[in-house]
């Protein structure tokens, strides 16, 4: 234990990939800092062939997280789906004073849980974990850092929860207006469709165009659609 809680303090290397809920325990992987910059998203895009994981008991990770004496300090992403949320983390974790998470599972999942109507009687104590799960994404590899999760979108349906907590963690949404989200959904599968033609074998070769035709402008250029943007910083009381 004492060994747990001495690696759980010292850095975010070992990770807290997945819940698995019928053991009622935590998977973890061993990450580097070069591999938290890399990844778009800390899910199963992680694991390759030569990944290990380690299982451990919530019973236990609590003694451990307790022991570490681990703090619940970061803040959130909150978004919509194409709103440039993964090229905005990026921007943040350039500064040193920021260590950046992108799309944790686990956070995910306690999402889901919280929708799940049979959570009370399967997980009783989902308050308690969520605290704990918090804390091991909190750690940072330089002690003046802060982590910010850019979460999943539908996790931003718990947002109020997370916002709430007694830690007080503050956070930015990110968001347009209807017409351009529908717009870029539009957009994102015709390119979709058009990338699977053209990868097609003997399917025509797509040059690279001279000038794009956003669907959101008739012009091409970017439509101000008075809902665009991003809400300022947002305190959890």
């Known amino acids: 234990m004492h060994e747990l809680a001495e690696e759980l303090g010292r850095s975010p290397e070992l990770f807290p990939f997945a819940l698995d809920l019928p053991g009622d325990s ?8 070069s591999e938290y ?5 800390l899910d199963t895009r992680l694991l390759t062939p030569q990944t290990s994981q380690r299982a451990l008991a919530w019973t236990q990770l609590g003694a451990a997280i307790d022991a570490a ?6 803040g959130f992403i909150f978004h919509i789906g194409h709103v440039g949320s993964t090229l905005l983390s990026r921007l943040i974790g350039a500064h040193t004073c920021v260590f950046s998470l992108r799309e944790p599972m686990i956070l995910r999942t306690f999402a889901r849980l919280r929708d799940d109507p049979v959570q009370p009687r399967a997980w009783p104590d989902l308050d308690a974990c969520i605290g704990m799960g918090l804390k091991l994404l909190s750690r940072t590899f330089e002690t003046p850092q802060l982590a910010v999760i850019k979460a999943t979108s539908f996790v931003s349906e718990i947002a109020a929860e997370l916002l709430a907590r007694a830690s007080a963690p503050k956070a930015v949404a990110m968001f347009v207006s209807p017409e351009s989200y529908i ?7 015709i390119s979709g469709r058009l990338r699977s033609v053209s990868s097609r074998p003997g399917g025509p070769a797509l040059g690279r165009p001279t000038a794009l035709r956003h669907p959101g402008g008739r012009d091409g250029r970017a439509r101000d659609t008075g809902g665009a943007g991003h809400a300022p910083l947002l305190q959890g009381t």
């Open 69 to 74: 004496q681990l703090d619940e300090r970061c």
């Open 37 to 41: 910059e890399q990844a778009s998203f």
């Open 26 to 33: 935590v998977a973890f992987i061993r990450l580097k800092k």
């Open 183 to 189: 717009a870029t959904q539009r957009w994102a599968r």
